[in-house]
């Protein structure tokens, strides 16, 4: 009995990138940053540092502002996305503050550099912050007007050499189809990049998703919001949907 706990609870995976959108941390409204549950997500991620798994997050900034909406309400586009871009890094911040709460040391990088608040993005640095068991926080996206923070997953996940992308949502998995709109709708454990294109499934947008097939970079979509449920993905459970090869 006691081989087959020790056996259950090995990490899968050694270095994990997680994808949290900004709206994850604006809770059940996903506006603003609900305190309750970036704790929940903070603690989370303690559970994962324990199992000696090495971390590194992206945060979204859509609970505070996202660049394409608002240059449809008159913003130019990359004004926009330069402020959606500084809201990933308020969120980047404040998961920083709830991690380290718990104990957990912490690194923010941001691509767009404000040193009194964050380290600039520098590859051998956030491995070096990994090395010595850090978590490391990606904020400001790829730097870049036109790219979203799911680009910026699929970029940071092929330079730091991750062993697969933890896209947290707020549903259970892919599915044929809208489930919330569809009862009949049926979940995928695993499907194919090939096969997520041709069904055209919204898995991440076209850039990042082409990002992570041309380097073979592994995504499982998950629900964020079951307990411990981070945890258990890294420990290969059958929980979400596994997009690979």
């Known amino acids: 009995m006691d081989t087959t706990q020790k056996t259950s609870n090995k990490p899968r995976y050694k270095r994990?990138?997680?994808?949290?959108?900004?709206?994850?941390?604006?809770?059940?409204?996903?506006?603003?940053?609900?305190?309750?549950?970036?704790?929940?997500?903070?603690?989370?991620?303690?559970?994962?540092?324990?199992?000696?798994?090495?971390?590194?997050?992206?945060v979204g900034g859509g609970n505070i502002f996202r660049g394409l909406p608002g240059s449809e309400q008159g913003i130019e586009r990359v004004t926009g996305d330069y402020m959606g871009m500084l809201a990933t890094v308020i969120n980047a911040l404040a998961l920083q503050d709830a991690l380290e709460k718990l104990g957990v040391e912490t690194r923010v990088q941001s691509a767009i550099e404000m040193f009194e608040v964050a380290e600039p993005f520098i590859l051998r640095r956030a491995v070096r912050h990994l090395d010595k068991g850090r978590v490391v926080i990606f904020g400001g996206g790829t730097g870049n007007p036109y790219f979203s923070t799911d680009t910026a997953s699929a970029l940071r996940a092929s330079e730091i050499g991750v062993d697969v992308i933890l896209k947290a949502t707020k549903v259970d998995g892919i599915y044929d189809k809208d489930p919330q709109k569809y009862p009949d709708a049926v979940k995928y454990e695993t499907i194919t990049y090939e096969e997520a294109l041709q069904q055209r499934l919204k898995v991440m947008d076209s850039t990042a998703f082409s990002l992570c097939m041309d380097n073979k970079m592994p995504i499982i979509v998950f629900n964020l919001f079951k307990p411990l449920n981070i945890k258990k993905v890294i420990l290969g459970k059958k929980i979400g949907t596994m997009v690979g090869e």
């Open 16 to 58: 994990v990138l997680l994808k949290l959108s900004g709206e994850a941390l604006g809770g059940k409204a996903g506006k603003g940053i609900c305190p309750e549950v970036i704790h929940d997500i903070a603690g989370q991620i303690g559970e994962v540092r324990k199992l000696g798994v090495e971390l590194v997050v992206v």
